[in-house]
């Protein structure tokens, strides 16, 4: 593998996939144990100056939510309108008020 640097970035040229797919792997378990030491580091810096300890995360509803089946298999929720009933038909008649006539012709409005 050749490494060959130009102002601070660093370019693989030449290498092999394995080597490079390794490397991916080596730098994640890094990365993996520098987070935990910042994560502890953080905690001792709360304990030393008397904060209250970081809360524990719980998973969000989210994950839980997709890892159910499909809506058909639980079968079709109910909505508040499924649950009306009609029991009164009216009939709402509206005459507007006298407005400049400009179609020639007097309107009204009825609404069902």
């Known amino acids: 593998m050749i ?4 102002g601070g970035a660093t370019r693989f040229s030449n290498a092999d996939p394995t080597d490079l ?3 991916i792997l080596q730098l994640r378990a890094e990365v ?3 987070r935990a030491e910042n994560a ?3 905690d001792e810096i709360r304990r ?3 904060l209250p300890p970081r809360p524990t995360l719980k ?8 890892k159910r089946s499909s809506p058909a298999a639980t079968g079709p929720k109910r909505r508040g309108s499924s649950r009306a009933i009609v029991t009164e038909e009216r009939r709402l ?6 407005a400049p006539d400009l179609w020639g012709g007097q309107a009204s409005w009825c609404r069902i």
């Open 32 to 34: 993996a144990g520098l």
């Open 40 to 42: 502890a580091l953080k």
């Open 21 to 23: 797919l390794d490397m």
């Open 48 to 50: 030393l100056k008397g």
């Open 3 to 6: 490494l060959s640097g130009h």
């Open 59 to 66: 998973p969000s509803g989210m994950e839980q939510s997709s």
């Open 93 to 98: 008649c509206y005459e507007p008020p006298p």
